[in-house]
């Protein structure tokens, strides 16, 4: 066995080791949210893992590879939209002590809305979670050769087992070791892919726009995937699994500052890419720097990194959507189901996610075009009635309203998101205003028609 096999082996057996080493689950507060006693540097570590996945290290180095430097507006919009949830509904959110997303819509909108932002993000994040195994599958295909289904399952496996004996806080424990792992990867490969190729493509890039990406590419990009995070699923679990609500606005800034050079840094990958091997495809941007640049021992460590991006982000997206289904939709359908019963069930679904997401791994398009279809299907029902939801009885939002901007966003984007990405959340807020007008003004001309016929 090789220098760069055996590094894999070490990082998959140390990853499985420390995320079942000595954990105590003492309830359903310990499995899904760590016991919200996760501090400040735990909790930075877990949301910049969390981010650094596929999209974030192969397919941003993609858009560099075929757009140039503006590829990093990828993570740019992502930070973007992290830092508005840092300043404005961090702190909020953290303090309403819910244990999901879907359950703080509920609390906006009730039940029916509850319902469908929990089927709305579960199958978009079924979708998040199959791009990490493909990529997981990309580069262990190009380290060694061979099937790469093989490979996208045995990654499955190991993230599948450590969370479901740990759940969130296996999740959370791994994941400031693999930040680590993540950004020593990263830079060794572009400090050689720099050595190689000499500094002058650092200074003759364009930015913020390119003739390959306009700028209304940008924005599109911006409000999509900035949406994604600043109502993410797997950052509202981090928020709500922090200390305090200090900590969790302050984790949350920390880590999208953390994350603004690593963007750069990641979209040159790409532009190196293109400058040493213009024929390769531009997913495998990273895939053949790492195979043609790097000796074998760092060949080992850059691809234990990425493993490390695609599995961080992998389990905290299996754990939060094991959570949304757990605790929003099956105790909601069997009230009566104890403890120990939403545990075991906690744990099943953990596996089911896993095996739905590897099914769907092995028949996906693109990294990039797999997640701007599940974004932009999930922020186009949920960005508006989530935001706005802070400030519902201001705006005058009533439940029906939510209920229809949730379901006509979300069906908008099934169907014309990829031509019109931004159409989603027009007619979502067309009619979470509208229908919630429509219903202020019913329920006022039910008061004046009961006040007229009442007898005096």
């Known amino acids: ?41 735990l909790l930075t570590g877990t949301f910049c893992a969390s981010i650094i996945g596929a999209s974030a290290t192969l397919g941003m180095a993609g858009l560099g590879f075929s757009k140039g430097l503006p590829g990093a507006w990828w993570m740019l919009s992502g930070t973007a939209g992290l830092l508005v949830l840092a300043t404005f509904f961090a702190k909020k959110i953290r303090a309403t002590g819910c244990y999901t997303l879907p359950e703080l819509v509920g609390s906006f909108y009730g039940e029916r809305a509850r319902f469908v932002a929990s089927v709305l993000i579960v199958i978009s994040w079924v979708g998040v979670i199959a791009v990490q195994i493909v990529a997981c599958g990309k580069v262990l295909g190009a380290v060694f050769g061979g099937n790469e289904t093989l490979f996208m399952a045995a990654c499955t496996t190991a993230f599948i087992l450590y969370t479901a004996h740990g759940g969130q806080s296996s999740v959370i424990r791994t994941d400031l070791v693999q930040l680590m792992i993540i950004l020593a990867g990263m830079i060794v490969l572009f400090s050689k892919a720099l050595e190689v190729t000499g500094p002058s493509l650092l200074f003759h890039q364009s930015f913020p726009t390119s003739a390959e990406m306009g700028g209304w ?46 963007a750069f840094l990641i979209a040159f990958l790409g532009i190196f890419a293109r400058s ?54 099956y105790r909601k359908a069997s009230p009566a189901s104890s403890d120990e019963k ?34 932009t299907v999930f922020t186009s029902g949920l960005i508006l009635p989530v935001v706005a939801g ?13 209920l229809a901007a949730l379901i006509g966003g979300g069906l908008t984007a099934v169907f014309l998101g990829l031509t019109y990405p931004l159409l989603g959340m027009a007619v979502s807020a067309v009619f979470l205003f509208g229908v919630s007008w429509l219903e202020r003004q019913y329920a006022k001309l039910g008061c004046r028609n009961a006040i007229l016929q009442k007898p005096f």
């Open 342 to 375: 939403l545990m075991a069930m906690s744990r099943l679904f953990v596996l089911i996610i896993g095996l739905l997401a590897l099914a769907l791994a092995v028949s996906m398009p693109g990294i990039i075009k797999t997640l701007l279809i599940a974004y």
């Open 1 to 41: 066995m090789d220098q760069a096999a055996v590094i894999i082996v070490i990082y998959l057996l140390a990853i499985l080791a420390i995320g079942s080493w000595r954990i105590r689950l003492k309830g359903l507060e310990d499995f899904h949210l760590a016991g919200r006693r996760i501090k400040l540097a």
């Open 390 to 402: 802070f400030y519902r009885d201001r705006l005058g939002l009533t439940p029906s309203g939510a």
């Open 217 to 262: 590419d940008v924005l599109s990009m911006l409000l999509v995937v900035g949406s994604a995070y600043l109502i993410g699923p797997d950052m509202y679990s981090r928020l709500l699994s922090a200390h305090s609500p200090r900590e969790a606005k302050i984790s949350a800034a920390i880590a999208a500052v953390i994350l603004i050079p690593l």
């Open 276 to 329: 040493l091997y213009p024929t390769a495809s531009p997913e495998q941007a990273i895939p053949v720097m790492l195979t043609g640049l790097l000796s074998p021992g760092f060949e080992g460590l850059v691809a234990a990194a990425l493993l490390a991006a695609f599995m961080s982000s992998a389990d905290t997206s299996l754990m939060t959507a094991t959570s949304i289904l757990t605790l929003d939709i």
